[in-house]
């Protein structure tokens, strides 16, 4: 009965919308957005399970369970490689306002490895149903190739954790 009524709620949620707002070849902005059946605090804990929802073929590890991020100020989207004790910080927090905002700066990905820098805004705010969670990803700088050749790939891979955030968070038994 429990799986039902999760099933349910992930197929009342909004589905996902993704869009490249700009591209060229020194950089990109990409908005993800979802709308939830949930209040924004439970959005807001439900992001920062991202080792629950976050897809493993994304990793460094392959292991979604090794990705960790805490919301608030000085915190890291990181992934820690169990077997060498090492790990990667994929973004650092650098703005904080709990249950509302977060800007995470760094390069995902292949960006890494590139002369980039990039920006995440992640919003959440109330609407009559619950909660839209945006996400904003702008990367700049030098990229091999054209950054706006990599766009819509990274729209793919952000488009696809967010729709697994969705149904995460969905999914999950509601607190009030």
């Known amino acids: 009965m429990k799986s039902l009524a999760a099933l349910t709620l992930a197929l009342v949620a909004t589905p996902a919308a993704a869009e490249v707002l700009s591209a060229s070849p020194n950089g990109f902005e990409i908005r993800e957005s979802v709308q939830l059946v949930i209040p924004p605090d439970q959005a807001w804990d439900a992001f920062e399970q991202v080792g629950s929802w976050w897809n493993p073929a994304h990793t460094y590890s392959g292991k979604a369970a090794n990705m960790r991020v805490a919301l608030s100020l000085g915190a890291c989207l990181c992934e820690m490689f169990e077997q060498t004790g090492g790990g990667i910080e994929h973004l650092r927090v650098v703005y904080a306002e709990p249950n509302k905002r977060a800007i995470l700066t760094g390069s995902l990905g292949p960006l890494l490895y590139e002369a980039t820098s990039g920006v995440m805004d992640l919003t959440v705010e109330r609407i009559a149903a619950g909660s839209r969670v945006t996400m904003n990803y702008r990367a700049s700088g030098f990229y091999k190739g054209g950054a706006d050749k990599l766009a819509p790939?990274?729209?793919?891979?952000?488009?696809?954790?967010?729709?697994?955030?969705?149904?995460?968070?969905?999914?999950?038994p509601r607190t009030r």
């Open 153 to 172: 790939l990274v729209d793919q891979v952000l488009a696809d954790q967010m729709k697994r955030y969705r149904v995460y968070a969905t999914a999950r």
